[in-house]
């Protein structure tokens, strides 16, 4: 049910100004930049998604970066992230996947076509899209409180999450993957909210598979 809401609503964004390749260079750009800052010790350290350490959270973004090449580019070959590796193969290939990614969704075309995801099913390309720098927003957040950094996204980001998340947010305890939570309000904070609305202000963010 979450991710049918997902998707229909993602779906109604395209009216929306922002442009969703130009919003994920931007959190790929927040996410590497943590990523850059990882202690060398610190590949263990926990994350906000309370079953992950930060080498698990780095290999989710990257599978969610191999999962949007797979859906707009089915021709191309991509493979699963090894669960082992050095810390430097980890940055590395999420680094590349990343990139990968990015020049995925600036095809031409890409975002008008729809697509089959693995899990989110018949999509447009840019509703995968915006869903994907979602996703990579609020885990450069979790990445940063990983490491002791601040973190908070350009206010039209923080907006444009904040717009598709309401909708479903009351469903989102049904998946199994977040905290029962409630949205605070419209007098809150928009990032907060997207935080609060997703169970990491609860400290009861569950890792997503």
């Known amino acids: 049910m ?14 929306r100004p922002l442009d969703n390749r130009q919003a994920l260079r931007i959190v790929n750009g927040y996410f590497g930049e943590f990523l850059s800052r990882i202690p060398d010790e610190g ?7 309370t079953e992950w350490n930060i080498r698990d959270l780095v290999q989710h973004v990257t599978r969610g970066h ?18 082992a590796g050095s810390d430097d193969e980890v940055a590395d290939t999420c680094r590349l996947w990343a990139s990968k990614a990015q020049a995925a969704v600036e095809a031409p075309g890409v975002l008008e076509r729809t697509a089959h995801h693995s899990s989110l099913g018949e999509m447009t390309g840019d509703s995968l899209t915006l869903i994907r ?10 990445l940063a409180q990983a490491i002791g950094a601040d973190f908070t996204p350009d206010p039209e980001l923080a907006l444009a999450a904040l ?9 989102l305890s049904s998946t199994g993957h977040f905290a029962e939570v409630s949205d605070p309000g419209p007098n809150t904070a928009p990032f ?8 990491r202000m609860t400290n009861a963010h569950r890792a997503l598979g």
């Open 163 to 171: 717009e598709w998340l309401v909708p479903f947010s009351p469903g």
């Open 66 to 83: 191999i999962a949007l090449v797979r859906a707009l580019h089915p021709d191309m070959s991509a493979s699963e992230p090894a669960a």
């Open 192 to 199: 907060t909210r997207v935080l609060t609305i997703t169970g």
């Open 43 to 49: 590949w263990e350290l926990p994350t906000p998604c």
């Open 133 to 142: 720098w979602g996703d990579v927003c609020v885990h450069a957040w979790d």
């Open 2 to 15: 979450f991710l049918v809401g997902w998707a229909y609503y993602s779906a109604a964004m395209h009216t």
